[in-house]
Structures are given as C-alpha cells and as structure tokens.
C-alpha cells in the first residue's frame, strides 16, 4: 500500500478556503484516495474519495492530478467547527478484500476566528 | 439510519482483568474492521470481518486478543488478560461489500481501554 505524506499541522482563519496536500509517489493503478476527517473523541469520518481528476461533494473537493502522485483537499470557507484531523489515506478497496486502511499521522488543522 | 456504535464508551480495568468491547456495525453491512490507537500512535488496523469469517486478522498482536463475530452482525473483541500496552482507543468500523471500486468505512465512536 502507497505511504502517504501530508503537513503535520495548519492554521487557518474561518471563512478562508483551506487546501491540504498529500503525497503518494508509489501510488498503484487500482488504488484509491480516500480523506478521513477526525474530531477530538470521535472516530474517523469520511469526507471524500476519487482516482483521478476533480471529484466534489457538499462537504469539500479532491483535485488529482494526472499522475496521481498527489492529492489536494479542497475545503472551502472553513468555519471553527472544521477544526479537526485530517487524514490521507491510499489503498486497493474492491469488495473488502484488501479492506484495511493504513492511518498516518494526518494533518491538524486549527482554524481561528 | 443508525451508525456504527461502540459500548462501552470507555472501560478502566487493572492489569490482569479480562474486557470485551461490542461493536454494532451498520445494519445490512458485511464488513466489520476494528482497529486502535494506543497513546501517541498512529491508528492501527486489527483485523477485519466478511460476515462472521475473519478475512484478515494480520494486525492482532498477539493471543491475548480474541475477536467474534458470529451470526455476522455485532463483534465484540476480548483482551485477556489486559497489559498496560493495551490501553488506548479501539476504534471499530464497516462497510458494504462493494461491487468494484473503493469502499467506505464508517467508523464508530471509538471505547478507550485504559489499563492501570
């Protein structure tokens, strides 16, 4: 499974867009890019997932360039509620059979009023 | 529709003491994983569930770990007897089986095991 790596931390003021970046120089053809998000005292939430391209849902964007090397989160205006662990995540998932996800670190975005 | 929960949300036992966490995934999916944190750590797979069948259980440490599931539905994971190194978040989470393409897990709230 491809190593990621990401920014330990970022700050951030509300209404700003924030983009977080990961690496994944030994990223496979049937691996996907999946982002977890993390409160204090929660488990992982899933934010947004693609292979390639643009994907966009109501929550943020994924730009993914041609070669997959890297992946950018795209959160637009973020308020202090987005203050959380954001996390990288690329591996195989086809029909749960290679199903476990390797957590980094992630990166701690703090976001101030 | 109910999320994945977790009980208890948070369990103290002395070393030696046996625990069980109880995981309910989401109705109707298949997969069940657990995995955990311990202090400082990065968040670690444990193992992984297709229905009541172990599909990958690469990532127990060791036998003091004991994880069921069986009817397919809730797992409960056993640590007996518990160290010290035990202590931390046990997250658990699952998804459906998907029919190609990546697949969502939905994580619960975590128990947090601390060991005195």
């Known amino acids: 499974l491809a190593k990621t790596t990401q920014p330990i931390s970022m700050d951030s003021y509300e209404g700003q867009e924030v983009n977080i970046t990961c690496s994944h120089n030994?990223?496979?053809?049937?691996?996907?890019i999946t982002w977890y998000q993390q409160f204090p005292s929660q488990g992982p939430r899933f934010i947004i997932q693609?292979?390639?391209t643009k994907v966009t849902n109501e929550v943020a964007s994924l730009f993914i360039p041609a070669d997959r090397k890297s992946s950018t989160l795209s959160l637009p205006r973020v308020s202090l509620s987005d203050t959380a662990v954001y996390y990288c995540?690329?591996?195989?998932?086809?029909?749960?059979?290679?199903?476990?996800?390797?957590f980094g670190k992630g990166t701690k975005l703090s976001v101030k009023p | 529709e109910a999320g994945v929960t977790q009980f208890p949300s948070h369990s103290v036992i002395e070393k030696g003491q046996t625990v069980t966490l109880r995981c309910d995934p989401i109705?109707?999916?298949?997969?069940l994983y657990w995995y955990r944190r311990v202090m400082g750590k990065e968040i670690k797979f444990l193992l992984h569930?297709?229905?009541?069948?172990?599909?990958?259980e690469s990532g127990m440490p060791n036998n003091r770990f004991l994880a069921e599931r069986t009817g397919g539905t809730y797992s409960t994971l056993k640590v007996q007897p518990a160290e010290l190194e035990d202590s931390g978040v046990y997250f658990c989470?699952?998804?459906?089986?998907?029919?190609?393409?990546?697949?969502?897990?939905?994580f619960g709230p975590g128990t947090r095991l601390t060991v005195l």
């Open positions: 989470a699952s998804s459906q089986v998907a029919g190609g393409g990546a697949d969502t897990q939905y």
């Open positions: 030994n990223i496979a053809t049937n691996d996907y």
């Open positions: 693609g292979y390639k």
């Open positions: 995540l690329v591996g195989e998932n086809y029909g749960g059979s290679q199903g476990n996800l390797i």
């Open positions: 109705s109707g999916h298949d997969n």
């Open positions: 569930f297709v229905k009541e069948s172990k599909q990958d």
